[in-house]
């Protein structure tokens, strides 16, 4: 059980770090001549900074909802596929042990 819980956290770190690194990106595209006063109060501080890195997360979120929902059907047939085939399996081999 180790094993996988060190494997799955390391998949959450690379999870995190590949989502760090889209914001990071969105944040750059969005601010290619560095942030501006964006709320207004007459000077650029960690408020504005803060502010576009919600706008540039929230892109990346609804982008990545995007292309999810885009390819669900997909998944969601080879998940049916994949258990109908295992329930036939499941119900020959219950058929074969009950039939010699």
Same mark, same amino acid.
């Given at each position: ?8 956290g390391? +998949?959450? %770190?690379? +999870?995190a ?5 889209? =914001?990071a990106?969105?944040? &750059? !595209? #969005? *601010?290619? *001549?560095?942030?501006? /006063?964006? *709320?207004?109060? +007459? &000077?650029? /501080?960690v408020? /504005?900074?803060?502010? !576009? =890195?919600?706008k540039a997360a929230? !892109?990346v ?9 885009q ?7 080879? =998940?049916?596929?994949v258990? #109908?085939g %295992?329930? !036939?399996t499941i119900? #020959?081999a219950?058929? /074969?042990?009950? #039939?010699?």
């Open positions: 059980m180790g094993f996988i819980k060190r494997l799955l390391i +998949g959450v %770190t690379v +999870g770090t590949v989502a760090a690194v889209k =914001v990106e969105q944040y &750059k !595209e #969005n *601010n290619p *001549n560095g942030v501006q /006063d964006v *709320n207004g109060d +007459g &000077k650029v /501080d408020r /504005d900074v803060a502010s !576009e =890195v919600v929230t !892109e979120y609804h982008d990545a909802e995007a292309a999810v929902r390819k669900a059907p997909v998944v969601t047939g080879k =998940v049916e596929d258990v #109908n %295992t329930a !036939e119900k #020959n219950v058929h /074969d042990s009950t #039939n010699p």
